[in-house]
């Protein structure tokens, strides 16, 4: 097993991020506007060695904040609101705290990711479409070409997203209990992934992108292939909803967060638990 433990621990801290570990929430009654500083219930990133607080990110809305996301060039944060009457995509300047954009969402925000190159951010919401954002300017596929960059299909809320490790495709789950994998640049379905008895709460593409793990709240997770939409495994024995996953950096294991309040480490080709 060539992963070391070092790396199943890294892994496992980015699972806690992603399984809901930096959601705040507060209340904010008898009020439709959101100021521009809001109270403190947002994003806190912390330093890896210390545990400690360096800067507090202060959003726009008294609503949660659920999904979270690191540029992979370490220089921003894109984050996701669920709330009532607005909802937001927010891009944040991970050294300052400072808002860079504000894009608004059809429906509340439930995923999002970023591509490989850091220049796009995808957002998946409750209006069943998978956004696709310009990270640079934050421009709506509204302003540019409806049809490139808002993927419409799905007839369920979209909750997971992510892109593939060389950036031209990107995966979502949904609802409505399929995996879908579009053409990044022109928002084509190439694959429709059934099995899933329950919605689809996350999906996670392998480090070479040949096959991809979804999460799903029927208590599995499922591996495909990617070009066939073939179920290669499915691992059972979460009691609860499977609410996220992630490969190790060499593709060797996945790691499932779920409602059962276990975090199992499997081995991908075989689908049995390590720890």
Known sequence: MGTSRRAVL??????VVATGGTSWMEACAGTNTFPAQSLPHSMLPAHPGRGTTLLTYYGQLHYKVDPLAWSP???????????ESLSLLQVWDANTGKTMLSCKHGQ????????PDSKRVASGGGDNRVHVWDAAQGKDATTTS???????????????????????????????????????????????YTGHAREVFGVAWSPDGTRLASASADRT??????????????????????????????????????????????ESTTGKVLF
Request: glycine letters at 14%; zero cysteines; aromatic letters at 8%.
């Open 73 to 83: 060039d370490g220089k921003r944060l894109a984050s996701g609101y669920i709330a």
């Open 146 to 192: 409806r049809t490139l960059l808002i993927y419409v299909g799905h007839t369920g809320s979209v909750i997971g997203v992510a892109w593939s490790p060389d950036g031209t495709r990107i995966a979502s789950g949904s609802a409505d209990r399929t995996v879908r994998v579009w053409e990044g640049t022109t928002g084509k379905t190439l694959l429709i």
């Open 10 to 15: 890294r892994m496992l801290a980015g699972l």
């Open 221 to 266: 997770v499922r591996v495909w292939e990617v070009t066939t939409g073939k179920t290669l495994l499915t691992y059972t024995g979460h009691s609860a909803p499977v609410t996220d996953v992630k490969w190790s950096a060499d593709g060797q294991l996945i790691a499932t967060g779920s409602g059962d309040t276990t975090v199992p480490v499997w």
């Open 108 to 115: 509340n925000v439930y995923g999002v990711a970023w591509s």
